[in-house]
């Protein structure tokens, strides 16, 4: 099972339908964390056949339910603990019947026991029914992928005004990370990039929450595939330019270009507002997400010559029956009931057929000439594998164009920048004044020095990779965790760069001659994948569209290893700018 279907088993058994709370009618009270994880999992019509009537914000007021029980699901937080205190101790009657209180992941003693005290003082035992963990603490963004929905992370992790806080901060990320491994039933070997000392301290905490799961269920992790199993902590730090460019794959454009908020992209069609939810609930969105837009644009145009068609044909069906000619045939009945759905389909087909054409006027208007010319400062070398002499004569004119937005001026200095690995120390600041850059942004490109990248001095460059002759031009560069995942299952991943905190005796690799005995099976990528290992990858800092494909791309191509990636939150370029610029904050 995936990381979505696990998630949603968990809230499903020990939640929704926990023995302590029976089968009358419920209310259902979250934070936002935890609406996020059921709103991924669950639609309201599957929330309602639970018999939850409401599904409440703890921190926005509420109107009393005295005949309701209420079902808590709960980060165990300062404001979350005062908010349920002010709740279970409402002044003039009760808010609700009674209450059930689940925790996310483990409860700090304080805030536990300043619970426990309220209930005694008060004498609401028979109220507080139950308050307990269950020990999963973070969204199912996807099926391969998890947020924590923590960007404050990557601020504790990077922001030296905050470093005081980057201990705590450290802690809450490695129980999310854990009560995650927990679900899985993983016991990973935790593996870290040792180029950033924060990352061995945060790794000692991770192992640490792992121990402490493991020690209360020692079957976690149990088995030969599970003990192959790896949990790689990366930073930020790794790639930056990844975050920068600008993608022409459909998730990573859309969201980049277009003004998507919590997954529902909002368009007028004739005055009338529509919304087109970008989730693996929409088939149509979940099929062509990781395309390039040339290809999706392609298959919208088939697909709605098809429904086109399929309504003609539905049309020649129904005359037939209404001018009193014989009954259908099973094949004529069979393709009336296929093409009876065929509004529905329409309608998706053209809210993402307009969500592309947008996307590509998008692309046409503000940036398909910036495009070209970051592959080449990306990859160092033009589309034709010639190494790019001069980078600056490639930025130089359009950095002084006037409908190119600052924004995007950043992102080619900083682009720029990180292809020569530093420069003189007065160039950065001539750079940003011929620009043009506004001063309020301008600490955006000088803050990246805080995730370890070198803008002044010169140094060793990085590895760049060269060009695949199939990939189209505008797609050359590959994010580097594509080649961290691919070398982690193969077990080629340098182990001076990215120790074992703990070494292991065996790997992914050595799997690979390891196949299932079954015969006949209809899918058997499927099958080797229900028994492989996991690589479950961390980001600290932000995980952007373009990593989030490559972990797909890895797991479809490598039968043997099932890939999961996670961050502490899922970023776009326009957030990663954002993230950057509050480092001086």
Not at 51 to 57: C, P
Not at 161 to 171: C, G, L
Not at 323 to 337: F, H
Request: net charge neutral; aromatic share 6%.
């Amino acid at each position: 099972m995936n990381v979505k279907s696990l998630v949603r088993q968990k809230i499903m058994n020990e939640v929704l339908r926990s023995n302590e709370i029976g089968t009358h009618w419920r209310n259902l009270v979250v934070d936002r964390l935890s609406l996020k994880m059921v709103s991924s999992c669950f639609t309201i019509y599957e929330i309602n056949a639970e018999k939850i009537t409401i599904e409440d914000l703890l921190d926005r007021s509420r109107e009393p339910h005295p005949s309701l029980e209420a079902v808590y699901l709960l980060s165990p937080t300062n404001d979350s603990v005062e908010s349920l205190i002010s709740d279970i101790t409402y002044p003039w009657r009760k808010k609700y019947k009674a209450a059930h209180v689940f925790f996310t992941r483990a409860c700090p003693d304080e805030l536990f026991n300043k619970i426990v005290e309220v209930v005694k003082c008060l004498k609401l035992s028979n109220f507080l029914e139950t308050l307990k963990e269950i020990n999963i603490d973070c969204i199912p963004y996807e099926s391969q992928v998890f947020s924590l929905d923590f960007p404050d992370g990557f601020q504790c992790y990077y922001n030296r005004n905050k470093a005081s806080q980057r201990t705590a901060a450290m802690e809450r990320m490695a129980e999310q990370i854990a009560t995650l491994c927990s679900t899985l039933g993983e016991y990973p070997a935790v593996r870290y990039r040792a180029d950033d000392e924060r990352n061995i301290e945060f790794a000692q905490m991770v192992q640490h929450k792992l121990d402490r799961y493991k020690a209360d269920d020692p079957a976690i992790g149990d088995g030969h595939e599970k003990s192959l199993s790896q949990l790689l902590i990366i930073d930020r730090g790794v790639d930056g330019v990844s975050p920068l460019l600008h993608e022409l794959t459909l998730q990573a454009m859309a969201y980049d270009l277009l003004p998507i908020e919590n997954n529902v992209y909002k368009y007028l069609d004739s005055g009338v507002e529509k919304h087109f939810i970008l989730d693996e609930h929409n088939e149509l969105w979940k099929k062509h997400r990781h395309l390039h837009i040339a290809v999706v644009s392609k298959n919208i145009r088939k697909n709605i010559d098809a429904v086109a068609e399929y309504a003609s044909r539905l049309k020649e069906l129904a005359d037939g029956l209404s001018s009193g000619e014989p009954s259908l045939t099973p094949d004529e009945y069979s393709d009336m009931m296929k093409l009876m759905q065929s509004p529905k389909e329409a309608s998706r087909l053209g809210s993402l057929h307009v969500l592309v054409q947008n996307c590509i006027k998008k692309c046409h208007s503000e940036v398909r000439r910036l495009i070209d010319v970051e592959q080449d400062l990306a990859m160092n070398v033009d589309a034709k594998g010639v190494k790019v002499k001069n980078p600056f004569l490639l930025v130089e004119t359009l950095l002084l164009e006037d409908n190119v937005s600052p924004m995007n001026k950043i992102r080619m200095i900083l682009l720029y920048l990180l292809s020569k690995n530093g420069i003189s120390r007065e160039f950065p600041t001539k750079l940003i004044q011929h620009a043009g850059i506004p001063d309020p942004e301008r600490p955006i490109i000088t803050n990246m020095t805080n995730l370890g990248f070198c803008l002044i001095n010169e140094g060793d460059r990085r590895k760049q990779r060269c060009p695949n002759s199939d990939e189209r031009t505008t797609r050359r560069w590959t994010p580097i965790i594509k080649d961290i995942m691919e070398d982690a299952i193969d077990d080629k991943l340098d182990r001076e760069h990215f120790p074992y905190l703990v070494e292991r005796s065996a790997s992914i690799g050595d799997r690979k001659n390891t196949t299932s005995v079954r015969v006949g099976c209809k899918d058997r990528s499927q099958q080797i994948k229900k028994n492989a290992p996991r690589l479950i990858v961390f980001i600290v800092g932000g995980a952007t569209f373009s990593e989030i494909r490559c972990a797909y791309e890895v797991m479809k191509a490598r039968h043997t290893c099932e890939v999961i990636i996670g961050s502490t939150h899922i970023i776009s370029p326009k957030e990663f700018l954002k993230d950057l610029k509050q480092l001086s904050e």
